[in-house]
């Protein structure tokens, strides 16, 4: 049975807002039932109250920058009883700030959320929904996971990490029944970026989160292992690919310093 025909459910992180909470609201238009989880219980609760009727929807409340977060959040699930078929893995932090003057306890609150907790709920998911031959893994990396980023270091060697598990889980998994799609956005207005300078840039160069998740669902139901969203985000990866790994550690530095300076 496909998932287009049971419909099922999915279980979306960092649902309180931005692109998460696009997910949620484009999921429970396709009559997906969903499990919302995030830190912000209120945000969920007024996400919920407005989806729910025709769709079953549940929250959880679950910090998933703690190191028992993922643990907690799969027991919160367990205990709803419910099949998950969809797991959008979505919640992160960017940290907007240099390496060395990232604290430690902020470096490990990235490190747990954008990777930890992802690896956890993905090996937890993956045995169930190869048994029943069909599952969808949508994983939130980053045009970031291409090339590093001076001053944005550890998010884009995290979302590096994303977008390598992804892309290797999807090929381990093939003829499974279980897709692994990463999903590469450039910059989208979300609390994320604002007040940064990339907020700023003009209009063509920046996407909505409901564009984001449209593309990520479409190409989540289209198998495709690897989606960038948007013309100029994917002609500018390309375009990256094909240079030295020299020229695009500088040219980021220089971009780096630049903002610094502004
Ligand atoms: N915005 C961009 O330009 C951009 C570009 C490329 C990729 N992305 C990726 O898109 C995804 C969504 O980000 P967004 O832009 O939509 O940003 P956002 O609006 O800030 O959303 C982040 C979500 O993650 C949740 N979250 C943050 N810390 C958490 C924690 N410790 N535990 C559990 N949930 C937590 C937040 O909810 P609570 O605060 O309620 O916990 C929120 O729902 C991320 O993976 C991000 O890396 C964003």
Same mark, same amino acid.
């Given at each position: ?8 459910t999915a279980l979306v992180t960092?649902a309180?807002?931005?692109? !998460?909470?696009?997910?949620? $609201? ?7 039932n969903l499990i919302l989880t995030? #830190? $912000? ?11 729910? !009727?025709?769709?079953r929807?549940d929250i959880i409340n679950c910090?998933l920058?703690?190191?028992?977060g993922a643990e907690r959040l799969i027991k919160a699930v367990e205990d709803l009883n419910v099949t998950v078929d969809i797991l959008v ?22 490190? +747990?959320?954008?990777?930890?907790s992802?690896?956890q709920l993905t $090996?937890y998911f993956? =045995?169930g929904m190869?048994?029943? $031959?069909? !599952? ?6 980053? +045009? ?37 799609? %990463?999903?590469?956005?450039? +910059? ?26 449209? %593309? !990520? ?11 960038? =969203?948007?013309?100029?985000?994917? %002609? ?8 030295? #790994? ?17």
């Open positions: 049975m496909s998932l287009q025909s049971q419909k099922g960092g309180s807002s931005g692109i !998460g909470e696009a997910f949620a $609201r484009l999921l429970a238009t396709k009559g997906i995030a #830190r $912000r219980q209120d945000r969920l609760q007024v996400i919920a109250q407005e989806l729910a !009727g025709p769709i929807v910090d920058s703690d190191k028992a893995n979505n919640a992160a932090v960017s940290g907007q700030s240099s390496f060395i003057d990232t604290s430690e306890d902020d470096l490990d609150e990235l490190l +747990v959320l954008n990777i930890r992802l690896t $090996r993956l =045995p190869k048994k029943r $031959r069909l !599952g969808k893994i949508l994983n939130v990396a980053s +045009v970031a996971a291409f090339h590093p980023v001076p001053s944005l270091a550890q998010y884009a060697a995290s979302k590096a990490y994303v977008l390598s598990l992804s892309e290797a889980l999807a090929e381990e998994l093939r003829g499974t029944g279980i897709t692994v799609t %990463a999903l590469c956005p450039g +910059v989208t207005l979300t609390q994320m970026v604002s007040g940064t300078t990339v907020s700023q840039l003009p209009e063509t160069l920046v996407s909505t989160a409901e564009g984001v998740a449209q %593309a !990520g669902f479409d190409a989540m139901m289209d198998e495709q292992v690897v989606h960038i =969203p948007g013309l100029v985000n994917e %002609a500018a990866v390309m375009l990256s690919q094909f240079q030295p #790994r020299r020229l695009i550690r500088n040219l980021g530095g220089l971009f780096a310093r630049f903002n610094k300076g502004s």
